[in-house]
């Protein structure tokens, strides 16, 4: 037992997780929309696309508490101080609780009224109800992290294949799109129940349902700050890439998106890639820092830099030997897109890698204010100079507008670190 207590410790089993979550996640992303495209359509495939994006906001119900409070329980266990983080972890499912239960009334309240009868708006309610449950799904998976245990990732992972798996039949014998968001909801009750029956021994459920309002303000006001910056990189992405997708849609034109899409996806595997190792290490590098632990994190540190020089490295070129094939197969009607610029948006998502290392270091033990805050300004910044610079240089230059990001950042990243990583020789 003490070795699998280790390995959790070290990162390895939440690394193996995370790179087969990201392999499952690859194929089921291209065979599901392949399938539903195939039997519904490219307009109604639209429409399932649409309803998915309008309640994305819903991803951001957890209020970055999973990233910021997690941290802050593993501190504490490293203090010998575990009965205070678990009475945090109660204070932070009392609070996800309250939120779903005041998500999923407002959906009652509305189906009531008769809002969301037709089509598209019972599609968006059940897909709204999968989203709040999904929450309840990742706050258990968090709960285990902050114990330093990969079973609530591995409950994660069984639910995103489970789910995938009810599209897949579901698209294959031609369920409308209703009835395929009621099956997530299905599939993800099952798992948020089996989630929360792993961890009874990690929190008292007792508690967790025992109503006390000045515990949830408490909570609120202890944490709210640490876990909205936390928000700042998915909230960047979405005003970066969303955003470029809606400017460059409506002046430029569709067909430029569509390529830029294709582009994003097809060098992505690199983002996904260094975002599976960093994440996967990131519970093992808070416990090291709190504890103090100094030979350990150099142990973490040289661990990961090596798997992602390797990693990295091999994935490169895997791309460049295979870039005739994606060409073939991804830009076949494909007009502004060659080689050269493909190669140039691969170094620019590679020029992400160093910033968001160091960036770890920051994010595990909730020193991230002033990252997290320049992550945003550099979004901003990045998504308003991108229209003119594509004016001038069409795809290489939104490559060349998400670099001006990573240079922002990456001084910020590493002056910051360098504190942190205490006996840092770098």
Known sequence: MKKISDKYKSGEAFIILRLFYIAVMIIFQIVIPVLLIGNFGLSNYGKWVFAFSAVSFLNFMDFGFYNSVVNEV??????????????????????????????????????????????????????????????????????????????????????????????????????????????????????????????????????????????????VRNNLKKGVLFLAVPIGNLLLFDGSNIILGTFVSKEFVAELSILRISTGIIRQFSSAVLTSYSPAIS??????????????????????????????????????????????????????VFIIFLSSVILDVPWNFRATFLFAVNEHAEIAKKYMISSIIALIVMYPLVANLGLIGVAVSFSIQDFMLTRTAFRSSAKIMYNDKE
Not at 142 to 164: D, H, K, Q, T
Not at 294 to 300: A, I, R, T
Not at 314 to 320: H, K, M, N, W, Y
């Open 74 to 219: 593993i501190a504490l266990r490293a203090a010998k101080k575990s009965s205070q983080g678990q009475e945090i972890l109660e204070s932070m499912s009392k609070f996800i609780m309250v939120v779903a239960l005041f998500f999923l009334a407002i959906i009652i309240i509305l189906r009531l009224i008769g809002i969301g009868k037709g089509q598209n708006g019972s599609l968006i309610l059940w897909l709204a109800v999968a989203a709040i449950i999904q929450i309840i799904i990742r706050m258990n998976e968090a709960i285990s992290r902050a114990n330093l245990s990969a079973n609530g990732f591995m409950i994660l992972l069984i639910s995103y294949i489970s789910e995938s798996c009810c599209l897949v039949i579901g698209a294959i014998n031609n369920m409308n799109f209703v009835n395929l968001a009621i099956l997530l909801v299905i599939s993800r009750i099952f798992y948020s129940i089996l989630g929360t029956y792993f961890n009874r021994a990690r929190i008292s459920l007792f508690r967790v349902l025992r109503v006390n309002t000045c515990e949830y303000l408490t909570f």
């Open 287 to 340: 416990h090291a820092i709190f504890s103090r632990d100094q030979d350990n994190l150099d142990k973490l540190r040289k661990r990961m830099r090596f798997i992602l020089i390797l990693g990295i490295s091999l994935l490169s070129i895997g791309l460049l030997i295979a870039v005739q094939f994606i060409f073939e197969h991804l830009f076949v009607n494909a007009s502004l897109t060659t080689i050269p």
